[in-house]
């Protein structure tokens, strides 16, 4: 794991932030430090939905699971079934 060193641009050189790199230090570069915002990434959602021929647990993230429901695109589970949502607004 790197420390975060925030100093002012071209305040130290290219061969001392090479060295704090080394000890385990990332240097930034930034006029206004006050302005950095560090942000964690979301936690990523794993949903399940069952085969609809065998019945076997279909892992996928929940943003991939509502763009198949959108978009009416097939998906396999690993038996190699295919699954598909369809539109309840066509025959």
Do not use: W
């Given at each position: 794991?790197?420390?975060?060193?925030?100093?002012?641009?071209?305040?130290?050189?290219?061969?001392?932030?090479?060295?704090?790199?080394?000890?385990?230090?990332?240097?930034?570069?930034?006029?206004?430090?006050?302005?950095?915002i560090f942000a964690e990434r979301p936690e990523t959602e794993y949903i399940f939905i069952n085969c609809a021929a065998c019945g076997e647990r279909i892992y996928m993230l929940s943003e991939r699971h509502a763009v198949l429901m959108k978009n009416y695109k097939s998906f396999f589970c690993t038996q190699g079934h295919s699954n598909i949502y369809t539109n309840p607004t066509q025959p």
């Amino acid at each position: 794991m790197k420390l975060i060193t925030i100093v002012e641009p071209n305040s130290i050189s290219k061969e001392d932030k090479k060295l704090l790199f080394q000890e385990g230090y990332l240097v930034i570069e930034s006029a206004k430090p006050t302005s950095i915002i560090f942000a964690e990434r979301p936690e990523t959602e794993y949903i399940f939905i069952n085969c609809a021929a065998c019945g076997e647990r279909i892992y996928m993230l929940s943003e991939r699971h509502a763009v198949l429901m959108k978009n009416y695109k097939s998906f396999f589970c690993t038996q190699g079934h295919s699954n598909i949502y369809t539109n309840p607004t066509q025959p």
